[in-house]
């Protein structure tokens, strides 16, 4: 076949291709069946249809159709405490027994003795020290090991599931609705990136490069022959407040057209996506459901939403009312 | 339509789909035409065979084709400057009428009188102030106006020719041969992440979310009501040598299993990648075209390739013999 007819083959099988899926897709069923008939459900559709509807005036090209993701608190809970904060103080109750002076140290032993408050009242380096003590000094392969093994078998100790069981079936159908619309959708969260990295994927469907989070430095060490990156007890970024926007600018380049976060913590992120020109969509998920999940906002040391939840009402920010507008909240178990 | 249906249709479609892509791709002609046949050309096709055969061996899913490209030597010319710092000196030349004050400053001085040697051995600090006010004091979107400017418009000395079109033929067809063959392409340069991410989607197709590169802190700062990222005069990342692999861990999290570099500043980054397991590519471009391009290697102070070329021939990676393997070196200009 010569080249010429190779092309035109190619470009006719893009077309069908295209036809094809375009009109399937359509005609599927309700893509958010956990979200009740409400105004968010309604908000996110309704931007959906502007940005791809083609030749209309908010028509988005695939290429810029960039969506980004907190993670605590809007992908999966983040009570009693953070879930990294759970996997570090299992990490100290799986190293204790190599650390014999740990037991006369205040951090350790509160921890050991199952005193969360009393170790956190430590104070900031504490904290640090406990995050060195069982984030670092290991290579990243190693790391990547460590957290999967705590993955697939720690519990949340109300809910009686896996943490990554603890993710909301409202947010997985709307990754899955967005990325069926050309969506890229990315995390940025103030977790450790290398701690999602080893289970975001199979969780959300949210490949490594597409996860952008807290890091410390590695340092590019040769052993037996042999590279290896090993994490080091060195804060790099903390993917926080302005951190956020500023890591978006550094990962991904573009301005995201949609945000959605549940915090103080995602302000910046939501204020720096709806700056820019065109269609912009941002979303806050507010914990109102005490009875499935948590109620908290304003007071909550955990996912503080105060000034956040401020701004989204008086910018018309969309509002997620967890109790009224999710129908469920987590995943059926197998 | 029920859902059932519906997603029967979609698996139809993707089949059908994925068999008349296959095909057309297979029939296509010789996806390298500006690569001799030879050694390094084998090798590449042979890689990308080995990879995308279902069922064989060495199958690597399309998700972890992953392909990291040095962009200076590698995908364009950096004779006989960094084309980067060609655009600093420009931009100094541009603002000097704003800065009274440069033209007793020795750095300025020489730039200004067009003697580069002198401005450079002004020492590190001198570069670094150089970089400091062309580069920053300014928004992310001032800066990606500027440079735009820049490379729409400076030319090459010798090669009489935009910047952005002193790239590589072959190399901008191996960039698209390994796309059709499901690679994800990525940039890993010690340029400036924001200086490469203004043109280079034109230029190779790669979006600005597949660019890492330096980079410098930036503030994010509220004016009038608006966020904006300015640019501050602080290093980040140095994306060179040890700086690589680190990089492609934070950035991408997942190791490539090609990479493709010129110089000694690319080696921890091909040694990275073929530390993996299962099929690895590493290929160094080695400039050996004085009349067409430029011939240096060991002595150069720009591109040194010293250690890189040992441990290639050591270790069998490939490496093109720019003279013999490369038909043409620049594309045709329009």
């Known amino acids: 076949m010569d080249a010429m007819r ?42 959906v249809a502007t940005v791809t509807k083609v030749g209309g005036s908010g028509f988005v090209p695939v290429a810029e159709r960039i969506a980004v993701f907190d993670n605590d608190g809007t992908l999966w809970a983040e009570q009693p405490m953070y879930f990294q904060l759970a996997f570090a103080l ?12 740990w037991k006369d140290k205040p951090l350790f032993k509160h921890i050991l003795a199952g005193d969360v408050k009393g170790a956190l009242a430590e104070g900031e380096s504490a904290v640090m020290e406990l995050m060195a003590v069982t984030h670092t000094g290991i290579t990243t392969e190693e790391y990547a090991k460590v957290v999967n093994e705590w993955v697939t078998t720690a519990k949340h100790p109300r809910l009686n599931r896996l943490y990554t069981e603890c993710v909301y079936q409202p947010m997985l159908e709307l990754l899955a609705y967005l990325r069926a619309n ?17 289970w975001v994927e199979k969780a959300y469907g949210i490949p490594p490069e597409q996860v952008i989070g807290s890091s410390g430095k590695t340092a590019f060490v040769m052993r037996d022959g042999k590279p290896v990156l090993v994490k080091l007890p060195i804060p790099e970024s903390i993917d926080d407040k302005e951190g956020k926007p500023i890591n978006i600018n550094l990962h991904i380049g573009r301005r995201p057209i949609a945000a959605f976060g549940n915090s103080d913590g995602d302000l910046q992120m939501l204020q720096w996506t709806v700056a820019g020109s065109g269609p912009r969509f941002a979303l806050i998920v507010h914990h109102t459901d005490a009875e499935r999940e948590w109620a908290y906002d304003r007071d909550s040391p955990i996912g503080k939403l105060d000034k956040a939840l401020d701004e989204a009402k008086a910018r018309g920010w969309t509002i997620v009312d967890m109790k009224t507008d999710w129908r469920t909240i987590f995943p059926p178990l197998d």
């Open 182 to 198: 050309g969506f890229k959708t990315y995390i940025v969260s103030g977790g450790g990136v290398e701690f999602m990295r080893t």
């Open 90 to 101: 299992d990490r100290v109750k799986a190293l204790a027994p190599l650390h014999e002076g």
């Open 6 to 47: 190779s092309k035109r083959n190619l470009v006719a099988a893009a077309l069908v291709c295209a036809v094809v899926f375009t009109t399937t897709v359509a005609q599927a069923t309700d893509p958010l069946p956990s979200w009740n008939d409400g105004p968010a459900k309604k908000a996110i559709t309704e931007f």
